[in-house]
């Protein structure tokens, strides 16, 4: 049983940086992706970042440079490390798995439950 739990989301100021995570377990994938995404009320979930099995990793334009996604495969997590933030990422926070290497799709198989970043002045 895939099971995805995102923890880290908080209520921080212009400017500031968060890492969140994301502990993951159940992973039936020889080949798969690890994603964040996240979506703000009324607008669509947007991929911000993933990582293959290989260690490739992917970014969206709109984070790279800011976050930063990694791995503990020791630990099975995965985690976002996100600085400069705006107050429009202020929305809630997905980890997801894909069962292959394309990454580059919103298509992933399981989700989390995701955790609320809010992002004020």
């Known amino acids: 049983q895939v099971q995805l739990v995102e923890s880290g989301g908080d209520s921080v100021q212009i400017g500031d940086s968060l890492r969140l995570s994301c502990a993951y377990s159940?992973?039936?994938?020889?080949?798969?992706?690890l994603a964040w995404f996240r979506q703000a009320p009324g607008k669509e979930r947007e991929r911000l970042a993933a990582?293959?099995?290989?260690?490739?990793?992917y970014y969206s334009s709109s984070v790279k440079g800011r976050f930063t996604i990694s791995r503990d495969n020791a630990k099975n997590t995965l985690n976002l490390l996100m600085n400069s933030l705006g107050a429009e990422e202020t929305a809630t926070y997905y980890c997801?798995?894909?069962?292959?290497?394309?990454?580059?799709?919103?298509?992933?198989?399981?989700w989390g439950q995701g955790t609320q970043v809010t992002v004020s002045s």
């Open positions: 997801a798995l894909r069962g292959d290497r394309l990454c580059i799709t919103k298509a992933y198989n399981y």
């Open positions: 159940g992973n039936p994938f020889n080949n798969y992706c």
């Open positions: 990582i293959d099995d290989d260690g490739e990793i």
